[in-house]
């Protein structure tokens, strides 16, 4: 798939996943706010059940205490009210410990069942101080009694006229009230109730340990709790939460109680009753809800997925589809555009396909071959090639297009009329935008004028070519004769001698075969002069064939030994052994190698006699290059003429043409070289040039293509 | 051809040494150096001393010649003028210093006047231009023998 649309599916599943998770949060989120407040609720409801029953209970007891203390008999404490007080313990026996009477100094006068508490002093007791402070009824905190049973205290002032006369009161069982109001509490699996007085003393929690401290010490610096506390001691009513991560010293991890809490009017005081429950229990209700909501949402995401999937895929394939739509328009329209161009353009234009076949013509070729488009085709145009272009035609073509190469080829064309054209054909590759290979390109022009003048140019190279090798010629005759002398000389000498041994009779045989075999020698050594002369003067046509240049060199080295002589010059040669051979016409580079040799001699005509030498050199370049060199040790080239060394008709000679160099490096250059002069470290001038190991292959054989057409 | 060329030989000798060249006989002792750093040359031209009863001293290069002649009597030579190494001009020069007794025959390429001259110059030359003549040069070499055996 394409890596846009990776990312583009990619991003989509990441919307609906994300959508997924935020409809089951919001969802699970309210089911739970709805479960919290409903347990809320019912913590409050439970809470206050409680504390209007236990408010019930103490109004209860305080009306009938009340109603008890209105008499006179109670009030004075004689033995009737006594007995008044004995009856009513007895009638309550069930839920009350114990009757006592206290004066209003806070000290037991009667009490009843235990008679020999009478005369403790109650009066440091928080509830009894309380009592005697504001004459009114009070509850105790829960206590343990001697025989340790949890029990309240609740006593009710005694008046008489309006005075404080002490008090009556009641010790309840705790534990039979927390029994009957608070122990039933049980909310879910964790819920309970606690109970607490006005301030802060902790009177019921299912955990006896707890019972009797204050609840700032139970909670120990939890926040949370102690606001709610600080509300509860506040007497308000009211629901919470807080978070606890230890229960006393032990470690129970990080969780949550939700609590309803509720003050407990108890006359003049209160308790404040909480109702609490721990987290786990909200969600443990919750847990079916939400895998069923999981399930509801993983349908939800899965669907949403198919969905959102399989329109994605159409809409992809929908625009996939207007994109080739307008792609087909485009590569139409440029088809149209391209022929258009191509029919119209001066040039002659074909294609081929992977298969070499030609696959397309332009009109521009079709009418310079005359031929129809059917008949070119494939294979077709190469019956038009001139037939001794064709085999070098194909071979260009398919070495290029095997190696994937552009080309270049000139070859001749069957015009309409039947004759041939020169045209230069230029292929090139063609590849497709992904870089597939398609075929090749090409374009012909007609360069048949074009030839006809570079030949005429040639022709006339070679001319001046030959005319400068006869003025060297001319300038060496003296040499040449010596040359030629020399064996003639030995020629005429021998067969004197041999006359003359033969008229004298000293003629051995033996001695006149080896003085014919001298004068053979010396017969043959003058024809190579004349031919070496012959070639130099000889007006050939440019060749080329495969040589060492080394072998050059020497021959040169031959021809101009009679002129060193002479001259009283050295010629010296440095030649690298293992040469690589070259392709080039070896009567021009004698005469380039001549040219400059002579001109290294012309220069050394000051230089004193031991000091004339002249360097060759040859050596391999490593690039597919010779570089050949020739130094005189004459005076140099003055700076300013090293520009013009090479122009036509430049000359420092009295005699001469002027047209050496210019020659020369119109030879070196159509070698595919290039020559230079510069002043050699130690005086004297530097001629170097190169020769390419391959010359431009395809252009020789043009050119001797063209010549043998002429 | 002959008229004119022995003459002239013959002239600057009898000017030079007045001795009758004819009353002098061929001996094998007398040796003629040939100088010549064409081998070809110097094989021939030797042959053809050679054929007419002549020892021939050869040399291919001039140095060894120069070498010859201090230590021994060189009483002709025939040189060539055209040679690598020590040109035959400077030989002839170098020669005429060391025994002025000799006699020259001069062979050359071609007939150059400057270097005619020079020879001149130095000493006393007959000049023969190549190929040879044979008869004149035969003639010249006996006479330049004559001359020198007459000292």
Redesign the interface.
């Given at each position: 798939m394409n890596p846009r649309y990776k990312t583009a599916f990619i991003v989509l599943a990441l919307a609906i996943a994300g959508g997924c998770v935020f409809l089951f949060n919001s969802f699970y989120r309210d089911a739970k706010n709805v479960a919290i407040a409903k347990l809320n609720q019912q913590q409050l409801i439970h809470a206050r059940e409680v504390a209007l029953g236990i408010e019930d209970f103490f109004g209860t007891w305080i009306r009938s205490l009340s109603s008890l203390s209105q008499l006179d008999v109670i009030i004075v404490g004689n033995a009737v009210g006594k007995r008044y007080q004995q009856l009513y313990y007895e009638a309550h026996r069930e839920q009350i410990m114990a009757i006592t009477r206290l004066d209003e100094r806070g000290v037991i006068v009667d009490s009843y069942p235990a008679r020999d508490e009478v005369g403790t002093d109650l009066s440091q007791q928080k509830h009894i101080r309380e009592l005697l402070r504001d004459h009114r009824a009070v509850v105790s905190n829960v206590f343990k009694t001697i025989d340790g049973i949890d029990a309240v205290a609740l006593h009710v002032p005694l008046f008489r006229d309006g005075e404080f006369k002490g008090s009556i009161g009641i010790l309840i069982n705790f534990e039979d009230l927390a029994r009957r109001y608070l122990d039933p509490i049980r909310v879910s699996q964790t819920g309970y109730a606690w109970v607490i007085d006005h301030d802060g003393t902790v009177l019921y929690t299912p955990n006896q340990a707890y019972i009797g401290k204050t609840i700032f010490a139970v909670m120990k610096g939890n926040e949370a709790l102690e606001a709610i506390v600080k509300d509860m001691l506040d007497g308000h009513e009211g629901v919470a939460r807080y978070g606890y991560d230890k229960l006393v010293d032990r470690n129970v991890g990080p969780a949550t109680k939700y609590v309803a809490y509720m003050p407990v009017r108890l006359g003049p005081t209160f308790w404040s009753i909480c109702v609490a429950s721990a987290e786990q229990d909200v969600f443990a209700d919750l847990i079916t809800f939400r895998n069923k909501l999981a399930v509801v949402i993983g349908g939800l995401f899965v669907c949403g997925m198919v969905f959102a999937t399989l329109g994605a895929k159409a809409w992809l394939i929908v625009t996939e589809e207007e994109k080739r739509r307008l792609a087909e328009e485009k590569l139409r329209e440029s088809e149209a555009r391209f022929r258009t161009v191509a029919d119209t353009a001066p040039v002659m234009i074909w294609m081929s396909d992977t298969d070499k076949l030609c696959c397309f013509f332009n009109q521009g070729w079709l009418q310079f071959t005359g031929r129809t488009l059917d008949q070119e085709l494939g294979n077709g145009w190469s019956e038009g090639v001139h037939a001794e272009d064709l085999e070098r035609c194909h071979k260009v073509y398919t070495t290029s297009f095997d190696a994937r190469d552009s080309f270049r080829m000139e070859y001749r064309l069957r015009r309409k009329d039947g004759s041939y054209g020169w045209v230069l054909d230029t292929g090139t590759p063609r590849f497709s935008a992904d870089n597939v290979f398609l075929g090749y390109i090409g374009s012909c022009i007609d360069i048949s004028d074009r030839k006809a003048s570079e030949l005429e140019a040639q022709r006339h190279r070679a001319q001046l070519a030959h005319l400068s090798r006869v003025a060297l010629m001319g300038e060496m005759s003296?040499s040449l004769?010596?040359e030629l002398?020399?064996?003639?000389?030995?020629?005429?000498?021998?067969s004197?001698?041999?006359r003359?041994?033969i008229d004298?009779a000293?003629a051995t045989l033996p001695e006149l075969r080896e003085?014919l075999t001298?004068i053979n020698?010396?017969g043959r050594?003058a024809s190579e002069v004349v031919r070496g002369i012959r070639s130099m003067v000889k007006k050939g046509e440019p060749t080329r064939q495969q040589m060492n240049v080394n072998d050059i060199v020497t021959s040169v080295v031959k021809i101009v030994h009679a002129d060193?002589?002479?001259r009283?010059c050295?010629v010296q040669i440095s030649l690298e052994a293992d040469l690589p051979r070259i392709d080039g016409d070896p009567v021009q580079l004698q005469q380039v190698l001549l040219n400059l040799v002579l001109n290294g001699f012309d220069a050394m005509s000051d230089t004193p006699v031991d000091l004339r030498k002249v360097m060759i050199a040859t050596e391999s370049n490593g690039d597919r290059t010779i570089r050949v060199s020739v130094r005189d040790h004459g005076s140099g080239i003055p700076e300013p003429l090293r520009e013009r060394l090479f122009a036509p008709f430049f000359t420092t000679k009295t005699e001469g043409l002027g047209m050496g160099l210019a020659i020369v490096r119109s030879i070196i250059e159509s070698h595919g070289g290039m020559i230079e002069a510069e002043n050699a470290a130690g005086g004297g001038a530097l001629f170097h040039f190169t020769l390419s190991v391959h010359a431009p292959v395809s252009e020789t054989r043009v050119e001797r293509a063209a010549l043998a057409s002429r | 051809m002959r008229k004119t060329k022995v003459p002239l030989s013959k002239w600057i000798a009898r000017c030079i040494h007045p001795v009758d060249v004819t009353a002098l006989d061929r001996s094998p002792e007398d040796i003629v150096c040939l100088v010549d750093d064409?081998p070809?040359?110097l094989?021939?031209?030797e042959?053809?001393l050679?054929?007419?009863g002549f020892s021939v001293r050869a040399f291919s290069r001039s140095e060894e010649f120069l070498v010859y002649a201090t230590s021994h009597q060189v009483p002709l030579v025939v040189l060539d003028i055209?040679?690598?190494h020590i040109?035959g001009l400077e030989v002839l020069a170098r020669l005429c210093a060391l025994s002025p007794l000799t006699r020259v025959i001069v062979i050359t390429?071609?007939d150059d006047l400057a270097a005619r001259v020079t020879a001149m110059q130095i000493g006393l030359v007959v000049f023969f231009t190549?190929?040879?003549n044979?008869n004149e040069f035969l003639t010249a070499v006996h006479d330049g023998l004559r001359l020198a055996k007459g000292l």
């Open positions: 003296a004769a010596h002398n020399q064996p003639l000389t030995g020629i005429v000498s021998n004197a001698a041999g003359r041994l004298a000293r003085l001298d020698a010396d050594r060193a002589v002479l009283a050295q | 064409d070809s040359v094989k021939s031209t042959r053809l050679d054929s007419d055209w040679m690598e040109t390429g071609r190549k190929p040879l044979e």
